[in-house]
């Protein structure tokens, strides 16, 4: 992979990471229709370090007052049930499926999820499912409401993200929207809750090549850190966005994209075009 491949890659992670449309499904794709075929579940890891980190940058005052206030629950100088100290808590129990369903599901997240089948399948019906739980979803809590069931629950649903085409803040705001939480409430979760996620999956797979080049990095480090770079701008801009967005669109728009990328995708896959598992026909 060269420096184009890498801008363009890095774009297509900052761009899509935060819409509810599946980064991991566009750099799948959009890896192969560039000529570079799957970059591969630890470049996609890598380079997710520099959208995550647009977040810690957008939402700096949140993060900061949130971790504050929780270690200030640890010794008591504030309530246990203070909405900051008890946001932290959820954040860590949320954080545990994804967490433990990414360490025992290693081989299929590298492998049989990275089928483009099941990338296609996913975009069209998470995609579904978010359109109705964004039309029938009521506007009936923010972040002060957050029960640690409905905490629990935004757990479960960042885990279904290790499929490709699903998308980790789609599946989040699905979540949400069925529990009754508004659109910018639903969203603002999400970044949240996907931080010590990204973060932990990152560094590890980081690691990972570090010590183990060979079996894991598929990409060379020079167009793997260009494209982190342009992650974290191109993800900054979405951010700002998509919150700006949501305060009085609705999702549908994305629905409608998911659908008509899988649609293609599946055309594309029955016609011979494309590969399931990479390479073109």
Avoid at 148 to 176: C, E, K, N
Wanted: hydrophobic share 55%.
């Amino acid at each position: 992979m060269g420096w184009f491949e890498a801008i363009i890659l890095g774009l297509v992670q900052g761009l899509t990471e935060f819409l509810p449309i599946s980064s991991s499904a566009h750099i799948r794709i959009v890896g192969e229709w560039i000529g570079v075929d799957d970059p591969g579940a630890t470049f996609t890891a890598i380079i997710q370090i520099g959208t995550e980190a647009a977040v810690l940058v957008y939402f700096w005052k949140d993060i900061t007052r949130i971790i504050s206030r929780w270690f200030a629950s640890l010794t008591k100088k504030v309530p246990r049930d203070d909405p900051d100290a008890r946001m932290g808590w959820l954040i860590i129990i949320g954080s545990v499926p994804i967490v433990l369903l990414g360490y025992f599901l290693q081989s299929l997240i590298r492998d049989q999820f990275r089928s483009l089948w099941i990338v296609a399948i996913s975009l069209i019906v998470f995609g579904v499912i978010l359109g109705l739980a964004d039309i029938f979803g009521r506007n009936a809590k923010n972040l002060e409401n957050l029960s640690w069931r409905d905490g629990i629950v935004y757990g479960f649903a960042q885990a279904l993200a290790l499929i490709p085409g699903v998308s980790r803040s789609g599946g989040t705001i699905t979540a949400g929207r069925i529990m009754g939480y508004d659109r910018p409430s639903a969203a603002r979760y999400s970044f949240l809750l996907a931080i010590p996620a990204v973060f932990g999956s990152g560094l590890y797979e980081l690691a990972s090549a570090l010590t183990d080049d060979a079996s894991t990095m598929t990409v060379g480090w020079i167009p793997t850190i260009i494209a982190t770079i342009i992650a974290f701008g191109s993800g900054l801009a979405v951010i700002a966005y998509l919150m700006r967005y949501i305060e009085k669109g609705s999702f549908m728009p994305f629905v409608l994209y998911r659908i008509a990328l899988g649609t293609l995708i599946i055309v594309l896959l029955a016609l011979g075009v494309m590969q399931p598992l990479g390479g073109a026909a």
